[in-house]
């Protein structure tokens, strides 16, 4: 099976600082230097309504690990809703402290982006989210009442995946996201935003119920990207291209 080969004991290894030193990526407004921290909550509730002002309506960032070299928009650390994103630390906490029945059903809601599994984990581990977000140092990403209300920034997300990919480069969690269907299990497509940039070797993504909020996260090889948009997915691949497609190739050549 599939799945028989993506669960494994992850080496652990140390993760570095990263740098607090922030550019913007092109087209952005620059970042100033922050310290790590808790942010401002936006909202809990995935409504357009709350990005629409000026600023709020885009979010990226992009981490390479081989010199952690990091940029972003200026609002990278803001929590705006998780969308299916919140599944990779709702994964993350079931394959430390489940079962081994309910971690194969995490690795599959990252395949297909299972909302069923998805509730019943979350159901069943509550803390979850919360738990991953302080074991990982994610300031922006918080659990709530329903997975589908939690929030998260890319700069989060970011975070994650790069501190999975130094303590164990197959992680299983890595794995499932190499392995993505091309249709969720909703019906809805998997093949846009970060996930278009060169050299993507794996990726999640988000969607609200209303199509109108979208997001994704993608590593390759020594790098990270996430971007999240108010629009369609035909808005956040755009998007991600502008924004991102030059750190990709640039992580791609020096071979990272």
Sequence with gaps: MLL????????????????DEQSAVAGEEDASSTEAGPTEM????????DFAYAGERSQASFYRLSDGMQVGTANERKARPALSLIKLYIAKYVLDNGTIEESYDALQM??????RF???????????VDSVAEEYDL??????EQWGYSVTSTYDAVTFISQLMVENPTHPILTAMSVSTEVAADGYEQD?????LPGVLGTKWGWSDARDLHSSVSFGRGWVAAASVVGSAEDLTEYAEAQLEGPAEAANSRGS
């Design 118 to 128: 998805a509730a019943e984990l979350y159901r069943s581990y509550p803390e979850s």
């Design 4 to 19: 028989a080969a993506l669960i494994a004991i992850p080496v652990v290894a140390s993760f570095g600082a990263r740098t």
């Design 192 to 196: 846009f935003g970060t996930a278009q």
């Design 139 to 144: 300031y922006s990403t918080r659990g709530a």
């Design 42 to 49: 936006i909202a809990l509730t995935p409504d357009p309504a």
């Design 110 to 115: 990252l395949v297909d982006s299972n909302d």
